[in-house]
């Protein structure tokens, strides 16, 4: 059975909300336009080609919005990952942004710290995170307003207060268009939709990232049980969509 005879369910409020994040979408490119002609949008699109985040791209691209795409390319992405990639390179309207590590750091630390660091301590691992992510992510957000993500709150406890529009970061504006999306939510949009998605969650991966640091789950096991699965759950988090704000209790991780 694929991921879609699984999963798509849709909610009883299925096209309330998917009128809602169209809406969304269509004033977010409204209000983060470019600044001028023949100037970048300033909003984008981070897509981690997991299955909201296809959602995503499929309807930047279906309503012709001015919302730039990137993709982090951590050079540790599985092979189906990195196929679907291509495709959506393909695919879509616009060119997608690629980022990659810088591969000095990457070469720096492997030799250092070994392949498997991240498997050594939460703190090798989460720098093993930032070289791979979170200082590509630096470099894809620079000069943009806005950046719209695919979090949602069914995705973890860490989650549940995600906002359609987050404001907590004064340097730019988070949009999660999908915040109120069940998972059936997603994968009846993508069967009606024909939306291209990675192979992997045909094989129980609901939630992908890089290839060493997730595997697929079983029947009842929590939707990111899959992500970094040998440490404490209160420290799965990589730092893409850490709370900016100062509170020990609202900043605890939501990646």
């Keep these: 059975m694929n991921a879609i005879a699984l ?3 849709a909610s009883a409020s299925f096209d309330a909300k998917l009128s809602a994040t169209v809406a969304l ?8 336009a470019p600044s001028a002609p023949g100037t970048a949008p300033r909003i984008t699109l981070a897509c981690s080609l997991g299955a909201e985040d296809m959602v995503l791209a499929h309807l930047i691209n279906q309503l012709q919005l001015d919302i730039g795409i990137f993709v982090l390319e951590t050079g540790q ?17 616009a060119p997608v942004a690629v ?9 720096q ?7 498997d660091a991240m498997y050594k301590s939460i703190d090798l691992r989460k720098a093993c995170c ?10 894809a957000l620079q000069g943009k307003d806005a950046w719209v993500t695919g979090l949602r709150r069914e995705q973890s406890g860490a989650r549940a207060e995600v906002p359609l529009i987050d404001t907590s970061d004064k340097a730019r504006v988070k949009l999660n268009p999908l915040a109120d999306w069940t998972w059936g939510d997603v994968w009846h949009f993508i069967a009606i939709n024909h939306v291209d998605y990675n192979p992997l969650h045909d094989q129980f991966y609901p939630s992908i990232g890089c290839a060493p640091c997730t595997r697929a789950i079983s029947l009842g096991e929590d939707f990111r049980a899959g992500r970094w699965w040998w440490e404490d759950k209160a420290a799965k988090e990589c730092g893409l969509h850490v709370s900016q704000t100062p509170d020990p209790e609202s900043s605890k991780a939501t990646a």
């Design 99 to 107: 980022f990659t590590p810088v591969n000095e750091s990457v070469v």
């Design 77 to 93: 992405l599985h092979p189906e990952t990195l196929s679907l990639l291509e495709r959506l390179k393909s695919n879509l309207r």
């Design 25 to 32: 979408l269509q004033q977010a490119a409204a209000d983060y």
């Design 109 to 115: 630390f492997v030799a250092r710290e070994g392949q």
């Design 7 to 9: 999963n798509a369910r």
């Design 130 to 139: 930032h070289i791979r992510k979170m200082e590509p992510l630096s470099r």
